[in-house]
Every structure is written in C-alpha cells, then in structure tokens.
C-alpha cells in the first residue's frame, strides 16, 4: 500500500518543486546520515544537541527527524503544502536521504519528482485540508489518503463539503480541538476562497473586489461587460477618476494558475509613462511566467487568493452588510505557542 506524507516547509525561497526534493530545517542537528533507527538514540542526540528543549518537545523533534531518515522511503508519496499562494503539491519520492552539505539552509533532504504541482486547495475536502495543515514539519497522511490517491488516479473528490456545510461555527467547533492559530486562519481563509469561488458569479466577483478597494480608499468604477477591453475594474484616489495614476483591474474568479498571456493581456490596455497602472486580482495562483512578468514590470501587481484574503481581514470593518452576510467573520483572540 502507497504511504503518503506531508511536509511543511517555512523556507519558500528554496522552491522545492523546481530543485526537485523536499527538506526539513534544523541544520543544528547535523547531517543525520548516521542516525540510527532508534527512537531512543534520537531522543538523546535532540537532547544534546538542542538543551533548551522542553522535555515534552523532545519525543516530538525525535519522531520528525526518524520519519524524515527512516520512515520515508523511495516510491512513497509527499504532499507539500505551499503557503505564500495557497496551493498544494503531490509528488513521489524517488531516493534515500541525504544532507546537501554546501545548502545554506535546510540541508536535510530527500529527492521527490513531482507529479501534481500548484493544486488549489479547495480542490479536496475541508476536513482533508485541515489534516495536512497538521502542525508537525512531517507527518503520515492516514485518515484522507484515499481522496488524495483518487485525485491523482484523475477522479474528482465527492467528499469536498459544499460552502453552505461549511459554515464560520464549525471552525470554531473544529478548532477547539486543537487551537493552532495558523490552523484556524488557513480554515478561515479556506473558507472565504470557497464562498467567493460558489456564491458569486463573474460580474457579481467583480463588484466585490470592487467594493473592497473602496473599503481601501479608491473611487471604482466596474465597466460593463460590453466595454472589457481586458479589464474589468477602473480605480483611482480622484473622486472623478480623471487624475492619474489610473489603476485597471482585471478579476478572475478561478482557484486555477493564471498564466502570462492573460497577464499580458491586461498590460497590453495600459498607456506608456506611468499614468496607469495594471492590478490582476484572482482567487487562486499565479505561473512562474506571470510573477516573471511582474518582478520587470513597475506598473503591474498582481494579488493571489491568499493575498486577497489578507486584504479582506485588514479591511473588513468597512464592508457593507451586504458583504459581511456573505462573509460573516469575527476577530478572535488566540493562544499563540511561539511566543510562550
């Protein structure tokens, strides 16, 4: 039987799915080459090695560095969440461990060829979402593997929950059982991506973004889908939108990679010298194309899901009704472990 794993990785500078491997940090611990397949052998080297360790952290760093050394073998499956776009990425692990000595960070790695990348995460159930956002770096994927292993084989999950199942209480239920303060968040945004992405159509998205740049400070003006010359929004600090810079938006709704020629498009509509600026705006990601076209463009932003979702929580308060029935979310305080 197929072992499926999932790493986390806090490093997205290293992109994993271009180098072809998955790592884990803690360089401190060394090359891990001759650690043996011993739980009480790596119970002391973490000891040794990182003292200021609570004792119950201990068994926990062991287990991770065991799994990653030894557990994993050639021909499992990783699955790789990555979270600067929100996306997720399956491949297959196609070698033994080994420690790139010459790597600035994260030198513990193991080679994976990748065979699903860029994946938006709405795609699989919510409950299988929130097992791959386990809290520890690495972890066996047990209670969702079937959903995985089926997307793979190319059929389409019937277990995702639709958005009305999805409602901001049950996170508050399913968080009680573990207060992880990023978990809640990913749960939270998952929920804004799904409820964006079903209950509104084209227009009805356009008008949205729309309202949240006015929630931001800028006059907007949506055109009329007769009028998109390959934008759909004209935006500006000047009340009569005559002043510049004059920003076009153009909005997909889609969790799907928006590619560069669809990016061009948008910058194709913007006149020279600065006067206007282009801004993409997209639930999902965008390809290694598009985002090159943004680093060499100075008029251009482009805004994923994951970033539109963090302007929302930044300017929620200034949402209509309207928009806060559709995305009724309430601050909450939580504990966060890291500072404790």
């Not at 060829?113 to 979402?129: G, N």
């Not at 302007?311 to 404790?340: C, G, M, N, Q």
Request: hydrophobic share 35%; with cysteine; aromatic share 8%.
């Amino acid at each position: 039987m197929t072992t499926i794993w999932g790493v986390h990785n806090d490093q997205p500078q290293l992109d994993l799915v271009a180098n072809g491997f998955v790592s884990i940090g803690w360089d401190d611990l060394g090359d891990l080459t001759d650690l043996k397949d011993d739980r009480e052998d790596a119970k002391e080297r973490v000891a040794r090695k990182r003292p200021y360790l609570k004792p119950g952290a201990i068994p926990v760093t062991a287990g991770t560095l065991l799994s990653f050394r030894h557990r994993m073998r050639p021909g499992d499956l990783v699955i790789y969440p990555y979270k600067p776009d929100s996306t997720i990425n399956i491949g297959r692990i196609t070698g033994d461990y080994y420690f790139a000595k010459d790597a600035p960070t994260h030198a513990n790695r193991r080679p994976v060829t990748w065979l699903r990348t860029s994946i938006p995460r709405t795609t699989f159930s919510q409950s299988a979402r929130y097992e791959i956002g386990s809290a520890v770096t690495v972890f066996q994927v047990k209670q969702h593997k079937q959903e995985f292993l089926d997307f793979l084989d190319g059929a389409t999950s019937a277990t995702a929950p639709s958005v009305a199942e999805a409602e901001p209480e049950a996170a508050a239920d399913e968080a009680a059982d573990q207060p992880d303060p990023e978990r809640i968040e990913t749960y939270t945004r998952d929920f804004i991506i799904e409820t964006l992405m079903t209950k509104l159509e084209g227009i009805d998205f356009e008008h949205f973004v729309a309202h949240l740049l006015g929630a931001m400070g800028y006059r907007t003006e949506v055109t009329s889908p007769s009028r998109d010359g390959g934008y759909d929004i004209l935006a500006s600090h000047d009340p009569l939108l005559l002043e510049p810079p004059i920003v076009k938006v153009q909005c997909k709704r889609t969790t799907s990679s928006i590619g560069r020629p669809e990016v061009q498009q948008l910058t194709g509509t913007l006149a020279a010298g600065g006067s206007e600026l282009g801004l993409f705006v997209t639930l999902g990601s965008y390809s290694a194309d598009a985002q090159h076209e943004e680093r060499h463009r100075q008029n251009l932003r482009l805004i994923n899901g994951r970033q539109l979702v963090k302007l929302i929580f930044e300017h929620y308060d200034k949402f209509s009704l309207e928009y806060k029935r559709l995305l009724p979310l309430r601050p909450v305080y939580i504990v966060d472990s890291t500072l404790s």
